[in-house]
C-alpha cells in the first residue's frame, strides 16, 4: 500500500510536523484540516496509475490499481 503511505506522509505528516515544530502544541484540528489534502494526494497518485495500468498489470506490479482495477480505481479518484 505505497500510495496511501505517500498520501498519509506527504500530505499529514509533512504540514503536521511543521504546525508543531512552530506551535510546540499539537492540535487534533489540524488533523482535520489535513484530511482533504490525503484524499486528494490519493486520488492524484491513481490518476497518475492509469495509464501505466496495462505494463503494470504485465509485469506483476501490484499498485491499487492492478489490485482493485480501472473501474473501481476510476470511482475512487471520483470519490475523492
Given at each position: 500500500m505505497g500510495e496511501l503511505n505517500a498520501a498519509v506522509l506527504t500530505a499529514l505528516l509533512v504540514p503536521l510536523t511543521g504546525y508543531v515544530l512552530q506551535t510546540n502544541r499539537f492540535d487534533p484540528i489540524v488533523l482535520i484540516a489535513c484530511a482533504p489534502l490525503v484524499l486528494i494526494y490519493l486520488a492524484m497518485i491513481l490518476t497518475f496509475e492509469f495509464p501505466d495500468y496495462?505494463?503494470?498489470?504485465?509485469?506483476?506490479?501490484?499498485?491499487?490499481?492492478?489490485?482493485?482495477?480501472?473501474?473501481?480505481?476510476?470511482?475512487?479518484?471520483?470519490?475523492?
Open positions: 496495462p505494463a503494470d498489470k504485465a509485469i506483476g506490479k501490484r499498485n491499487i490499481t492492478v489490485r482493485i482495477g480501472v473501474q473501481r480505481a476510476a470511482c475512487c479518484t471520483t470519490c475523492c
